[in-house]
């Protein structure tokens, strides 16, 4: 078990790291954390975690290590780093979304110095981070979960043990296919309602009462009534990394994912429309442009 007063490290102070972050320090547990970014690990030591300059130091006087990255290149590196200063009771626990064969490797890398290692993608975007209202999709050893759960409970709502390592990205997959669709057809139902000559507003207040609802709507139709796009609870860029990993996983299994195929698209139109940085929310806008209304003309013409 991981102490409430023990240390935790965290590699990756982005969207989802930095909150992370932010909870934990606030329920009283000491952070140590390291970004490629400087101005990510600046604003860790602001809110009173302590700055490191590397993923090995981020573990130092350790015993769990969380690690929220944006791509194989950077868990590879992480791994480097703490294989030159490996420490036997180390638990890491691989927060992101990535292949599942690239978590299998760096497991196997760090198992041969005795380093254990979890596969534990998050459910939720960095504004429910922020409050705390995240869910963990933990797979691996078990002893290793056991120790690591406390932990994880200073950060999220709820923690899933799924069994074999691996299973907690295979539950992201099925979630994040979910998110996908739900976000686009949320685009969809508003730009719909839009069009017809209906508030904004009152078509969020509305729906989200009725059987039409969806937690992704929730979270991001209010964005797409008030054409808020900007800072991005995940960005856009970003979701085309998750899209491409869910699409390969499902071609794998042989399995049709025809809704989930229809979505990319749209995502694909906002990437190519300069909108890469913006929130996923923000495939409203092409919706809007192509119903022939004026994007984001709530904001003035420009995006917030």
């Known amino acids: 078990m991981i102490a409430r007063n023990g240390t935790v490290g965290i590699v990756g102070l982005g969207i989802m790291g930095s909150a992370i972050a932010r909870n934990l320090i606030a329920k009283g547990t000491a952070v140590r954390g390291y970004d490629i970014d400087p101005s990510r690990v600046a604003l860790l030591r602001a809110d009173g975690g302590e700055a490191c300059n590397s993923a090995a130091e981020a573990a130092q006087g350790a015993a769990l290590l969380l ?52 596969d534990c993608p998050l459910s939720g975007t960095g504004a429910q981070a922020a409050t705390g209202d995240l869910a963990v999709y933990a797979s691996g ?80 139709a209010p964005l797409m009534a008030a054409a808020a796009y900007r800072p991005a609870t995940m960005k856009i860029e970003i979701w085309q990394k998750d899209m491409t990993i869910i699409g390969d996983f499902a071609r794998e299994l042989g399995v049709a994912t025809p809704t989930f195929a229809a979505s990319a698209p749209v995502y694909d139109a906002a990437l190519k429309a300069g909108l890469g940085g913006d929130d996923t929310a923000a495939v409203c806008a092409i919706l809007e442009t192509r119903a022939g209304l004026t994007p984001n003309a709530r904001k003035g013409g420009e995006r917030s």
Not at 74 to 94: G, K, P, Q, W, Y
């Open 67 to 118: 690690t929220s990255l944006p791509s194989v290149a950077a868990l590879d590196a992480t791994v480097e780093s703490l294989l030159s200063a490996a420490r036997r009771d180390l638990v890491v626990a691989e927060l992101s979304t990535l292949p599942i064969a690239a978590k299998e490797q760096a497991r196997d890398r760090l198992a041969a110095a005795a380093v254990a290692m979890l």
């Open 141 to 220: 050893a078990r002893a290793a979960y056991d120790a690591a759960e406390p932990a994880f409970l200073r950060f999220a709502r709820a923690s899933h043990y799924l069994g074999a390592f691996g299973n907690g990205s295979k539950m992201k997959f099925v979630a994040n296919l979910l998110v996908a669709i739900h976000n686009v057809a949320s685009a969809e139902a508003m730009v719909l309602g839009m069009k017809a000559g209906l508030d904004p507003a009152t078509i969020v207040e509305v729906i989200a009462s009725g059987a039409g609802n969806s937690r992704v709507f929730e979270l991001r």
